[in-house]
Protein backbone atom coordinates (compact mmCIF):
# COMPACT_ATOMS: atom_id res chain seq x y z
CA UNK A 1 0.00 0.00 0.00
CA UNK A 2 1.20 3.60 -1.00
CA UNK A 3 0.38 6.75 0.84
CA UNK A 4 0.86 9.78 -1.13
CA UNK A 5 -0.09 13.35 0.28
CA UNK A 6 -1.04 15.63 -2.33
CA UNK A 7 0.36 19.30 -2.15
CA UNK A 8 -2.19 21.90 -3.00
CA UNK A 9 -2.53 23.86 -5.90
CA UNK A 10 -2.78 27.59 -6.47
CA UNK A 11 -6.36 27.17 -6.10
CA UNK A 12 -7.81 29.42 -3.64
CA UNK A 13 -8.61 27.07 -0.65
CA UNK A 14 -10.01 30.32 1.40
CA UNK A 15 -12.92 31.05 -0.41
CA UNK A 16 -16.64 29.93 -0.03
CA UNK A 17 -17.45 26.17 -0.02
CA UNK A 18 -21.21 26.83 -2.09
CA UNK A 19 -21.84 24.29 -4.38
CA UNK A 20 -19.82 21.50 -2.81
CA UNK A 21 -20.28 18.51 -1.49
CA UNK A 22 -19.76 18.34 2.33
CA UNK A 23 -18.37 15.89 4.23
CA UNK A 24 -18.21 16.35 8.31
CA UNK A 25 -15.23 14.98 10.65
CA UNK A 26 -15.78 11.18 11.69
CA UNK A 27 -17.59 10.38 8.13
CA UNK A 28 -16.74 8.35 5.18
CA UNK A 29 -17.91 8.19 1.99
CA UNK A 30 -17.55 5.74 -0.58
CA UNK A 31 -17.71 5.94 -4.33
CA UNK A 32 -17.72 3.94 -7.27
CA UNK A 33 -18.37 5.82 -10.36
CA UNK A 34 -20.13 4.75 -13.82
CA UNK A 35 -17.87 7.49 -15.74
CA UNK A 36 -14.63 9.20 -14.92
CA UNK A 37 -14.52 12.12 -12.76
CA UNK A 38 -12.06 14.27 -11.19
CA UNK A 39 -12.46 14.76 -7.18
CA UNK A 40 -11.00 18.09 -6.33
CA UNK A 41 -10.83 18.94 -2.72
CA UNK A 42 -12.27 22.89 -1.85
CA UNK A 43 -11.84 23.11 1.61
CA UNK A 44 -10.02 21.31 4.30
CA UNK A 45 -8.13 17.46 4.03
CA UNK A 46 -9.12 14.04 3.28
CA UNK A 47 -7.60 10.36 3.59
CA UNK A 48 -8.58 8.73 0.53
CA UNK A 49 -7.96 5.30 -0.59
CA UNK A 50 -8.67 4.26 -4.49
CA UNK A 51 -9.06 0.84 -5.70
CA UNK A 52 -8.74 -0.31 -8.54
CA UNK A 53 -8.86 -4.05 -10.11
CA UNK A 54 -7.53 -7.08 -8.20
CA UNK A 55 -4.32 -7.35 -9.80
CA UNK A 56 -3.98 -3.07 -8.45
CA UNK A 57 -3.20 -2.43 -4.84
CA UNK A 58 -4.88 -0.10 -3.16
CA UNK A 59 -3.62 3.71 -3.32
CA UNK A 60 -3.71 5.62 -0.28
CA UNK A 61 -3.61 9.66 0.01
CA UNK A 62 -3.62 12.47 1.60
CA UNK A 63 -5.63 15.26 -0.32
CA UNK A 64 -5.42 19.19 0.83
CA UNK A 65 -7.64 22.00 -0.61
CA UNK A 66 -6.54 22.57 -4.38
CA UNK A 67 -5.57 18.87 -4.86
CA UNK A 68 -7.15 16.83 -7.48
CA UNK A 69 -7.43 13.37 -8.24
CA UNK A 70 -8.88 11.63 -11.54
CA UNK A 71 -10.65 8.40 -10.97
CA UNK A 72 -11.92 6.30 -13.93
CA UNK A 73 -15.45 4.33 -14.20
CA UNK A 74 -14.87 0.88 -12.32
CA UNK A 75 -12.39 2.38 -9.48
CA UNK A 76 -13.93 2.29 -5.65
CA UNK A 77 -12.73 5.96 -3.81
CA UNK A 78 -13.55 6.15 -0.12
CA UNK A 79 -12.88 9.31 1.46
CA UNK A 80 -12.42 10.21 4.86
CA UNK A 81 -12.20 14.10 6.85
CA UNK A 82 -9.02 13.92 8.32
CA UNK A 83 -8.36 17.57 9.59
CA UNK A 84 -6.08 18.51 12.24
CA UNK A 85 -6.67 17.68 15.91
CA UNK A 86 -9.38 20.78 17.48
CA UNK A 87 -10.58 21.45 13.58
CA UNK A 88 -14.08 20.63 13.47
CA UNK A 89 -14.99 22.14 9.81
CA UNK A 90 -16.52 19.46 7.20
CA UNK A 91 -14.46 18.85 4.38
CA UNK A 92 -15.79 20.35 1.10
CA UNK A 93 -15.17 18.52 -2.25
CA UNK A 94 -16.39 18.51 -5.79
CA UNK A 95 -17.15 15.64 -8.36
CA UNK A 96 -16.81 16.64 -12.13
CA UNK A 97 -17.55 14.05 -14.58
CA UNK A 98 -13.97 14.33 -17.48
CA UNK A 99 -15.57 16.21 -20.53
CA UNK A 100 -16.28 13.20 -23.20
CA UNK A 101 -17.03 10.61 -20.28
CA UNK A 102 -19.81 8.64 -20.37
CA UNK A 103 -20.92 6.01 -18.16
CA UNK A 104 -19.27 2.67 -19.20
CA UNK A 105 -21.07 1.31 -22.01
CA UNK A 106 -23.08 -1.47 -21.91
CA UNK A 107 -21.12 -5.03 -23.24
CA UNK A 108 -18.75 -3.52 -25.53
CA UNK A 109 -15.61 -2.75 -23.56
CA UNK A 110 -17.35 -3.43 -19.96
CA UNK A 111 -17.54 -6.42 -18.10
CA UNK A 112 -20.62 -7.91 -16.78
CA UNK A 113 -19.49 -7.16 -13.38
CA UNK A 114 -19.03 -2.96 -13.90
CA UNK A 115 -22.52 -3.17 -15.78
CA UNK A 116 -23.99 -5.17 -12.90
CA UNK A 117 -22.24 -2.79 -10.20
CA UNK A 118 -23.09 0.42 -11.80
CA UNK A 119 -26.51 -0.42 -13.09
CA UNK A 120 -27.85 -2.35 -10.34
CA UNK A 121 -25.65 -2.42 -6.85
CA UNK A 122 -24.91 1.15 -6.63
CA UNK A 123 -28.47 2.29 -7.13
CA UNK A 124 -29.53 -0.31 -4.71
CA UNK A 125 -26.99 1.31 -2.17
CA UNK A 126 -28.30 4.65 -2.62
CA UNK A 127 -31.54 4.11 -2.35
CA UNK A 128 -30.91 2.09 0.96
CA UNK A 129 -28.93 5.14 2.10
CA UNK A 130 -31.61 7.21 1.66
CA UNK A 131 -34.11 5.34 3.02
CA UNK A 132 -31.92 4.89 6.38
CA UNK A 133 -31.29 8.76 6.27
CA UNK A 134 -34.92 9.19 6.14
CA UNK A 135 -36.47 6.70 8.43
CA UNK A 136 -34.04 9.00 10.72
CA UNK A 137 -34.83 12.20 9.91
CA UNK A 138 -38.70 10.90 10.56
CA UNK A 139 -37.72 9.71 14.07
CA UNK A 140 -36.12 13.14 14.91
CA UNK A 141 -38.69 15.05 13.68
CA UNK A 142 -41.18 12.84 15.81
CA UNK A 143 -39.37 13.03 18.96
CA UNK A 144 -39.02 17.00 18.36
CA UNK A 145 -42.64 17.18 17.78
CA UNK A 146 -43.21 15.09 21.17
CA UNK A 147 -40.93 17.21 22.88
CA UNK A 148 -42.34 20.54 21.80
CA UNK A 149 -46.18 18.82 22.65
CA UNK A 150 -44.67 17.93 26.18
CA UNK A 151 -43.42 21.12 27.10
CA UNK A 152 -46.38 23.26 26.03
CA UNK A 153 -48.98 20.83 27.90
CA UNK A 154 -46.20 21.16 30.96
CA UNK A 155 -46.60 24.94 30.62
CA UNK A 156 -50.79 25.03 30.40
CA UNK A 157 -50.27 23.30 33.70
CA UNK A 158 -48.14 25.69 35.71
CA UNK A 159 -49.77 28.61 34.24
CA UNK A 160 -53.39 27.24 35.14
CA UNK A 161 -51.81 26.07 38.47
CA UNK A 162 -50.93 29.37 39.10
CA UNK A 163 -54.40 31.50 38.17
CA UNK A 164 -56.65 28.65 39.84
CA UNK A 165 -54.57 27.76 42.88
CA UNK A 166 -56.27 28.15 46.14
CA UNK A 167 -54.54 28.87 48.70
Not at 18 to 34: D, R
Not at 71 to 95: C, I, K, M, S, Y
Not at 96 to 116: E, R
Request: hydrophobic share 40%; with cysteine; proline share 7%.
Amino acid sequence: MRVRTAEPSAADSAGPAAGCWKLSPGHALSLHPCSAGVLEIVQGRVWSTLRGTLEQPPDDHVLQAGARLHVEPGQHLVLQAWNPPGVTDAVAFRWDVMPGAGALPVGAGSSAATDWECGVLQPLRDLAQALDQGGRAAGRLLAGIARWALQRKTRHRQVAAKYFSTG
